[in-house]
């Protein structure tokens, strides 16, 4: 399988536990995206990175929250003194992001997502 | 920042009828507008997308048409089946942030 794939798929911790999530992308893909999603609501976006830097980070997110690329590769995302509010789908995402000049946005492939619960 | 609003939030169709969905944005400075669809259960996947040069695109029985002037975007399902059964989501990039912004997403029922 080539598409993008997250480790692991359900995740149930209690509140204040930390958790670490991975993503792996497809592999010659140079932007990698985590968004969080909760019921009857779109992708909120988390963080992005180009290749092995972090370039984005959403104002909104925690500093409890984390997240690597360490050689470019695949991701982790770690959650650390989990609340309940953190209950949600985490999913990632990975694109190829092309030219210099003028950069171009290109379509996302979505993983199929860590389900994290949080008692 | 940029924000994406979708109407309506439910829809339901008699299978052959057609479907139209509308994506509303703020950033002026967007140029990139994708739809996605996520069945129950599963990962969005991109079905269309659009750029900021473009007013139209088809794709079978799939139609994304962009207004600039009015910042929307409408996503047409024509001859509509069971399986467009899902969750329709659009997003505009946000150039600034070199990122996307999504909509909370539209329910799309087809009625057998």
């Known amino acids: 399988d080539t598409g993008v794939s997250q480790d692991p798929r359900h995740k149930i911790t209690k509140r204040g536990q930390n958790v670490t999530f991975r993503c792996d992308p497809i592999?010659?893909?140079?932007?990698l995206y985590w968004y969080r999603q909760t019921l009857g609501q779109g992708p909120e976006f988390l963080t992005y990175f180009q290749n092995e830097a972090q370039l984005e980070k959403s104002r909104l997110l925690s500093d409890r929250f984390s997240a690597e690329r360490p050689k470019g590769s695949f991701s982790t995302l770690e959650i650390q003194r989990t609340e309940q509010g953190d209950s949600a789908m985490y999913l990632c995402a990975s694109s190829f992001r092309t030219g210099r000049v003028e950069p171009k946005m290109n379509e996302q492939f979505f993983g199929p997502g860590t389900r994290l619960t949080v008692l | 920042g940029e924000n994406v609003e979708q109407h309506p939030s439910t829809l339901s169709v008699q299978e052959g009828d057609s479907a139209v969905i509308k994506c509303t944005y703020s950033?002026?400075?967007?140029?990139?507008f994708p739809w996605y669809k996520q069945e129950l259960g599963k990962r969005p996947q991109l079905i269309i997308d659009?750029?900021?040069?473009?007013g139209e695109k088809k794709d079978q029985r799939i139609a994304v048409t962009l207004n600039k002037t009015a910042k929307h975007f409408s996503l047409h399902i024509t001859e509509t089946q069971p399986e467009d059964s899902a969750v329709y989501f659009c997003?505009?990039?946000?150039?600034?942030?070199?990122?996307?912004?999504f909509g909370k997403g539209n329910q799309v029922v087809v009625i057998p």
């Open positions: 659009i750029r900021s040069n473009v």
């Open positions: 997003a505009a990039s946000i150039p600034r942030e070199d990122r996307l912004a």
């Open positions: 950033d002026s400075a967007s140029n990139y």
């Open positions: 592999s010659e893909h140079n932007r």
